[in-house]
C-alpha cells in the first residue's frame, strides 16, 4: 500500500466527516470521495503528485485490477489520477478508522 499523502487524506477526513450525518461508512466514503474531487485543476493535480506519480498509478491499478477486473481510470488526466488515489486511500482510511469514529460497516 502507498503510504504517500495519507496524513494530509485522513486530515480531510477528519476535518469533513462532521459535516454528514451519516455514520455508515460506505455512504460517508462515498459523500468524501465520489461526490466531490479532492483536488481541482489540472496543475494542482500534477502538483500534489510530484515524484509520487508512478507509484500512485500503481496503485490505482491494483486497485482497479482488484476490484473491476480492469483498469477504467484515464491515466492522461491528473484529475482523475489523483481522485483516484485518494478515493482508494479513502476507502482504506475509513475501514481503519471506523470504530475510532463510530461507523457503521
Not at 454528514?20 to 500534477?46: C, M, P, S, V, W
Not at 484529475?79 to 482504506?92: A, P, Q
Amino acid at each position: 500500500m502507498n503510504d504517500y499523502k495519507r496524513e494530509e487524506i485522513k486530515t480531510h477526513i477528519l476535518e469533513q466527516i462532521e459535516d454528514y450525518e451519516t455514520r455508515d461508512l460506505y455512504q460517508l466514503h462515498h459523500y468524501l470521495f465520489n461526490i466531490d474531487y479532492y483536488i481541482i485543476g489540472t496543475y494542482e493535480a500534477k502538483k500534489w503528485c510530484g515524484d509520487e506519480v508512478f507509484n500512485i498509478i500503481e496503485t490505482i491499478q491494483e486497485y482497479e485490477e482488484d476490484h473491476f477486473g480492469e483498469v477504467y481510470t484515464d491515466f492522461s488526466n491528473p484529475e482523475r489520477v489523483v481522485n483516484m488515489y485518494c478515493y482508494i486511500v479513502g476507502e482504506e482510511l475509513l475501514h481503519e478508522m471506523a470504530e475510532e469514529l463510530k461507523l457503521e460497516v
